[in-house]
């Protein structure tokens, strides 16, 4: 059975880096072992041995990686402004791979925009994401229908979606990262019109 230790997610696991998991363990295939919650990039400052949630992360993660491989291939997540991906791909950087498959949704650029990001050699598709999740929103871009999976477990879920992911390659505008901090939009409040 593989381990995290055995795969590239063993860093961010040993860093205190994976939380919030819906799924850490291995999936339905063999020698993957798959992740599913948070990865925080920016730790608040702790006081004495008081536990902080992170200042911020890549939220709501999918994403699997394989024993003894050097790099996460595919890895999907949410980040609440655009401009927290120089430091993502700053902790992420040693597990990923430019022949990977990377999808960003984020909060504040334009609902009618898609981006292809470059961030050094590797390529990341940068898509809104207002008011729904990054399962719902990959499940519509892949075209997966829920049917196609409601019999799986949690595991094999994330297995088929993941799978369906791998590869993926549109037609996006490319833009820079510096172009990206121009043309993002101010922060949603994410609870804004939320009952109370």
Known sequence: MTTIDQTPLGRLESEGRLFNAVLKGPTT??????????????FQEQVAD??????????QVLTFS??????????VGYLHSFE?????????????????????FCNNIDLRSQYKVKMGDITFYVLPCDESTVWK?????MGIEKNDIKKLNTAGKTDFVLDATLGFNNGFDEISYEKGLEIMEPVRNRNENRPV
């Open 29 to 42: 295939k063999e020698g993957r072992f798959g992740f599913r919650g948070d990865i925080a990039i920016k």
């Open 84 to 104: 927290y991906l120089k430091p993502a791909v700053e902790v992420l950087a040693d597990v990923l791979s430019p022949d990977g498959t990377y999808l960003m």
């Open 50 to 59: 008081e536990k902080r949630p992170p200042e911020y992360s890549i939220e």
């Open 66 to 75: 394989e024993e003894d491989k050097q790099y996460i291939p595919v890895l």
């Open 137 to 141: 929103e990959t499940l519509e871009l």
